[in-house]
């Protein structure tokens, strides 16, 4: 088996991922990752309601503000809601002298967020339509271990969206 320039470039960047992760700790890299995505999901759920409350509050007649306003201030209530959290969580995990295993499940962590985004990067270029993706994922390793995989997720997601 020989190894491509593509996998040489998906290993490096899941040793960074794995790095970063072991020195981040698994309860920040995770409450990180976490207060983004909450922050974002609970401005594009309630930034229509936040909108209308802003706008029986103020008197404001302008359709779009007030909604911009919502969304702004839901993503950061909710972010700094949960970095207070993670920093809750970081100093318990501290106090009880448990850094080593938060270390260790940052590895592990950051282990399954690379393949996650090499799994990313592999749907993205064997879907776009600019080039033959099969020359260049063809040898490589990672291609042959997580494209099928990849299908498996891709048809499901399509599945649960068409009933929708």
């Known amino acids: 088996m020989s190894i491509t320039v593509i996998d040489i470039i998906f290993a490096a960047l899941i040793l960074i991922l794995i790095i970063r992760c072991a020195l981040k700790g698994f309860v920040e890299e995770f409450m990180s990752m976490a207060s983004v995505v909450l922050g974002i999901l609970a401005a594009v759920f309630f930034y229509k309601n936040g909108g209308q409350f802003i706008r029986s509050k103020f008197g404001m007649e302008i359709q779009v503000i007030p909604e911009l306003i919502a969304f702004i201030a839901l993503f950061l209530i909710v972010f700094i809601v949960v970095k207070f959290v993670e920093y809750l969580l970081r100093d318990i995990v501290n ?26 990067v592999l749907l993205i270029i064997s879907i776009q339509p600019l080039f033959d993706p099969l020359p260049l994922l063809e040898h490589s390793f990672f291609a042959r271990l997580l494209l099928p995989l990849i299908g498996v997720v891709q048809r499901s997601v399509f599945t649960v969206l068409a009933a929708v």
């Open 95 to 120: 106090r009880i002298n448990l850094t080593g295993i938060d270390r260790i499940l940052g590895v592990v962590f950051g282990l399954l967020e690379g393949v996650v985004l090499v799994s990313l």
